[in-house]
């Protein structure tokens, strides 16, 4: 099954109803402290080719287990919603902020935020989410399953760089969530009224593109150094 959709308004996230329903197996796969995002996410296995995301946003308050076996996330009643924002000072349902409970094997877990969301669907391995792909407003490739800054759990060494050029990791299936930054050396060799942009070599360190740099420097108009990832 192949799906998505994204909730937040009051006749779509109604008190009391479920807004999704899986048996499948769930856990945390990353929290973006910007605009609170928290995703979780059910991984492809033997049954099931698809990937399963789950986003909630802002997500203001938690409380969550290491992983669900079967998830039906339901917004909580208006009785419910009052009970869990009164333990939690500054959060109230006038402020647009919503419970949403998480209900696994007879317990009951909650997010508070204002919108939820969900799609499942094959995942690319050099996508991190379906909540955070590239597109034209996003200067470089993503390299987290969520926007914001990456604080770089999942760089790779230089010798991960060097061992994923061997032909034997390109023929493996796993995902490319890690990623490594190399040092595009660009240069602009046209007139000021047509400028010609093209990326003239790639180094593995800021310090060799600086002296490659240096050296080009006096014969084009202009260069300067990108940094972009590496999926590995």
């Not at 329903?21 to 059910?42: K, P």
């Not at 420097?217 to 260069?223: G, I, R, Y």
């Amino acid at each position: 099954m192949t799906g998505s959709s994204w909730l937040r308004q009051d006749h779509e996230l109604r008190p009391g109803t479920a807004v999704f329903r899986s048996d499948r197996r769930f856990a945390l796969e990353a929290y973006s402290a910007t605009h609170g995002q928290l995703l979780l996410r059910s991984n492809p296995g033997r049954e099931h080719e698809t990937t399963i995301d789950l986003l909630f946003k802002p997500a203001e308050a938690v409380k969550i287990r290491e992983g669900y076996r079967g998830l039906v996330v339901r917004c909580a009643t208006v009785a419910e919603a009052s009970r869990i924002m009164a333990a939690l000072p500054g959060i109230r349902a006038d402020l647009g902020y919503r419970v949403f409970l998480l209900e696994s094997e007879g317990r009951s877990d909650y997010v508070v935020s204002m919108a939820f969301g969900w799609h499942e669907d094959v995942l690319s391995r050099v996508q991190g989410s379906f909540f955070h792909t590239a597109d034209a407003y996003l200067p470089r490739w993503p390299t987290a399953p969520l926007s914001g800054v990456n604080p770089g759990f999942n760089a790779a060494s230089v010798e991960d760089l060097i061992a994923s050029l061997h032909p034997d990791h390109h023929q493996q299936q796993a995902r490319r969530d890690r990623f490594r930054d190399v040092f595009v050396l660009m240069t602009d060799v046209g007139l000021a009224h047509r400028p010609e942009i093209s990326g003239i070599g790639v180094f593995l360190t800021r310090a060799d593109a600086e002296e490659a740099k240096a050296l080009l420097a006096p014969k084009v108009a202009s260069c300067w150094i990108e940094t972009l990832p590496i999926a590995i």
